[in-house]
């Protein structure tokens, strides 16, 4: 069992940066993939980003490749989103997500198993 809870979400203006972070519970943390979510009003679950198990491998969605950043620090069972030239569009609730293992396909959400409860971001413009 792995619970999850995200923080730092909050009001940027366009242009601007934050950086999420997604504490881990239990002593596992090491054995999950970890990725990002992210689910703006009256649109679909959005892949974002991920990261395999020791940080070597990540993977992003087109939109926000080159502006964001994936990391991971499993001394501190905690995983990151850091996000550059934040535009309007970025606006969403945020959520992080634990996979087990690593393998194909790990931009879908079905490959995870444990969600956080999310964290708004809104990007105005």
């Known amino acids: 069992q792995v619970q999850l809870v995200e923080s730092g979400g909050g009001l940027v203006q366009a242009g601007g940066s934050l950086r999420l972070s997604c504490a881990a519970s239990?002593?596992?943390?090491?054995?999950?993939?970890m990725g990002w979510f992210r689910q703006a009003p009256g649109k679909e679950h959005e892949f974002v980003a991920t990261?395999?198990?020791?940080?070597?491998?990540?993977y992003y969605a087109g939109s926000v490749k080159g502006r964001f950043t994936i990391s991971r620090d499993n001394a501190k069972n905690t995983v990151y989103l850091q996000m550059n030239s934040l535009k309007p569009e970025d606006t969403a609730v945020y959520y992080c997500?634990?996979?087990?293992?690593?393998?194909?396909?790990?931009?879908?959400?079905?490959?995870?198993?444990?969600w956080g409860q999310g964290t708004q971001v809104t990007v105005s413009s």
């Open positions: 997500a634990a996979a087990p293992g690593w393998g194909s396909a790990q931009f879908s959400q079905r490959r995870y198993d444990y």
């Open positions: 239990g002593r596992t943390f090491s054995s999950y993939a």
């Open positions: 990261i395999n198990l020791n940080g070597g491998s990540t």
